[in-house]
């Protein structure tokens, strides 16, 4: 089992960019593959991103690739999301996420969620 807490969510204008993180715990947090989900209002949760263990592999969902990156820092148990080009149809709260198996991360179906950040981008 892993524990992850996001942070850095918040007001955005349109067209600014925003980094969104989650720390990890737990005995073996860095050997997980990690993602990052999210969901706007009315909306069900949606992909996004994920990377492997080592950060060499990582993975997008069509709608962000491009205007999102994904990274993570083993030696701090973290994995971040920067978020450029900010549209309002980004709005959501975005969701970090691990698995032992990288393909439940693209798949939909991690084991272990974080509570989620707030990211709202106004117009």
């Known amino acids: 089992q892993v524990q992850l807490v996001e942070s850095g969510g918040g007001l955005v204008q349109a067209g600014g960019s925003l980094r969104v993180s989650c720390a990890a715990s737990?005995?073996?947090?860095?050997?997980?593959?990690m993602g990052w989900f999210r969901q706007a209002p009315g909306k069900e949760r949606e992909f996004v991103a994920a990377?492997?263990?080592?950060?060499?592999?990582?993975y997008y969902a069509a709608s962000v690739k491009g205007r999102f990156t994904i990274s993570r820092d083993n030696a701090r148990n973290t994995v971040s999301l920067q978020i450029t080009s900010l549209k309002p149809e980004d709005t959501a709260v975005y969701y970090c996420?691990?698995?032992?198996?990288?393909?439940?991360?693209?798949?939909?179906?991690?084991?272990?969620w974080g509570r989620g950040t707030q990211v709202t981008v106004s117009s």
């Open positions: 996420a691990a698995d032992t198996q990288f393909a439940k991360l693209t798949r939909g179906t991690p084991s272990n």
């Open positions: 737990g005995r073996t947090a860095r050997d997980y593959p």
């Open positions: 990377i492997n263990w080592s950060g060499g592999i990582t």
